[in-house]
């Protein structure tokens, strides 16, 4: 049975049998800087039965230092394991600021071909907003499980080789790519990928006057879109003229445009290494200011 990918904080799918919760809560900058994302989730409130996903510790080590990196195969079924989650399990994913670590977590469970994978809209702040029942105390214990090797999808993940291909392009959209940067404006302007296409993240987004994000309406979400990109982009992504290469700082952000995307139907690609490592390689082209080459 299929699963919708992105639910409310007030879904039933919440408490069905086979509903594996993660808190994949992930702090960029933590404020106050004493802030701690497992601390927070030991203490709760948390969705009941919630299990901790720490991004920083399924990540892969990069021989470069590169964060957040895509596991192995290997990695994420013993992690995945390490969670009770089994390959029937509908997992469903969240963090404590609305939308933010939780799409990036989904992607990975996506590109192994995990079939049963959802996200919380507005995650932790949003269910508390709405008076769904939380849990507070000692999480609650759960079997570990033997998940299997999974099989990458190697087509939705770009690598370095084909960054550079994309960057080394004479239009936004030549080879019937786009590649898109989640970062924020300053960020983007400061230093981008030629060729790159601004979508922030941040005002791809809602923000709730509770401080919590959330994810637009896919009508209003295109009409977004068509406001940053133009209009004859979002026609190109909707009627899939193009695919989509997301790209971001680290690769968190990246996925948050990813799950956008997925609400419109549009499947996309994320550039796993992202600018900090695109970057940090001598002699890559690139580009500052707000034009995309």
């Known amino acids: 049975m299929s699963v919708p990918l992105i639910i409310p904080p007030t879904s ?4 069905e049998p086979g509903a594996v919760i993660i808190d994949a809560s992930w702090l960029y900058e933590p404020d106050p800087p004493t802030r701690n994302a497992y601390e927070e989730f030991l203490a709760g409130p948390r ?3 919630a299990r901790f996903w720490d ?33 029937d399990s509908h997992v469903i994913v969240y963090d404590n600021e609305g939308i933010f670590a939780a799409p990036r977590t989904a992607w990975t469970f996506k590109v192994y071909a995990h ?7 507005g995650g932790l702040p949003r269910a508390r907003k709405q008076g769904v029942k939380l849990e507070t105390g000692p999480p609650k214990h759960f079997a570990e499980t033997k998940y299997p090797v999974p099989a990458l999808d190697h087509g939705a993940v770009v690598h370095f ?41 941040p005002s791809s987004l809602l923000e709730d006057p509770a401080k919590f994000t959330y994810l637009r309406d896919p009508e209003e979400l ?3 879109i068509a406001g940053q990109l133009g209009q004859d982009k979002l026609d190109e992504i909707l009627s899939r003229k193009v695919t989509v290469v997301n790209t971001c ?37 690139r580009v500052t200011g707000p034009d995309p080459l």
């Not at 039933?12 to 408490?15: F, I, T, V």
């Not at 510790?57 to 989650?85: I, N, Q, T, W």
């Not at 079939?115 to 809209?121: A, Y």
């Not at 948050?256 to 940090?280: H, K, P, T």
């Open 55 to 87: 991004l920083d510790a399924v990540s892969e080590p990069h021989p470069d230092g590169y964060a957040l990196m895509l596991p192995s195969p290997e990695r994420f079924a013993a992690f995945a394991g390490k969670h009770g989650v089994t390959k």
């Open 249 to 285: 700082g680290g690769g968190l952000s990246a996925a948050i445009n990813w799950l956008s995307l997925q609400s419109l139907g549009v499947e996309s690609r994320l550039y796993d290494e992202a600018w900090g490592g695109y970057s940090a390689r001598s002699g890559t082209p």
């Open 222 to 224: 295109k009409h977004h």
């Open 115 to 121: 079939e049963k994978i959802s996200v919380i809209n």
């Open 47 to 49: 969705f009941p039965d």
């Open 12 to 15: 039933p799918l919440l408490s």
């Open 161 to 201: 080789d084909e960054a550079l291909k994309l960057a080394q392009r004479l239009s936004t959209s030549a080879d019937g790519t786009l590649l898109i940067d989640a970062r924020p404006a300053s960020s983007y302007q400061s230093g981008h990928i030629p060729t790159s296409l601004l979508l922030d993240f």
